[in-house]
C-alpha cells in the first residue's frame, strides 16, 4: 500500500504524514496496549525516512517499557505511537490515519493477555505472545 497517508490526533495539535507502503495492521492485545486504549491497540508501521510529524512539540513520550516508548498528543491524550529501541521504524496507531486507508489487519499478538469481554474471530494468524 504505498502512496501518501495523512492523520492526526483528536484535537489536531499532532499532524503526521507517511510517503510509501505501510505495513498491516498488527493489532496487539498486551496488557500495556490495553490499559493505554481501552480496547487493544492497533497499529501500522512505517520508515521513519518516510514519516513527517507536524507539531512534535505536542508529543510526549512514555517509556513503557525497557525496549519502548509511547508517544501521545500532551494536549487531547490521544496515543499516536510506539517506537522500538533502535529501531528505525515508528508504529502509528491505524485510527489516527484519514479514510481511506486501505489497511487492514495481519496478526494479533499477545492474545493470550486479550481482555476477557471479546473474543478474536477474523480469521486472521494469533499468537500468544508475540510473533
Excluded at 499478538?109 to 477474523?122: N, R, W
Aim: charged share 20%.
Amino acid at each position: 500500500m504505498g502512496g501518501e497517508h495523512r492523520g492526526h490526533c483528536l484535537c489536531g495539535a499532532v499532524r503526521l504524514r507517511t510517503v510509501g507502503p505501510l505495513s498491516d495492521v498488527v493489532a496487539c492485545h498486551c496488557s500495556q496496549c490495553r490499559r493505554q486504549t481501552g480496547h487493544f491497540y492497533a497499529a501500522t508501521s512505517v520508515r521513519d525516512d518516510r514519516l513527517t510529524v507536524e507539531g512534535g512539540d505536542n508529543v510526549t513520550w512514555y517509556r513503557a517499557s525497557e525496549a519502548a516508548s509511547r508517544g501521545f498528543c500532551r494536549t487531547c491524550g490521544s496515543a499516536l505511537f510506539w517506537k522500538g529501541d533502535g529501531s528505525d521504524y515508528t508504529s502509528i496507531l491505524a485510527g489516527a490515519f484519514e479514510r481511506p486507508t486501505g489497511l487492514r489487519i495481519g496478526v494479533h499478538i499477545f492474545c493470550a493477555d486479550k481482555g476477557d469481554y471479546y473474543e478474536i474471530a477474523d480469521g486472521v494468524p494469533q499468537f500468544a505472545q508475540g510473533r
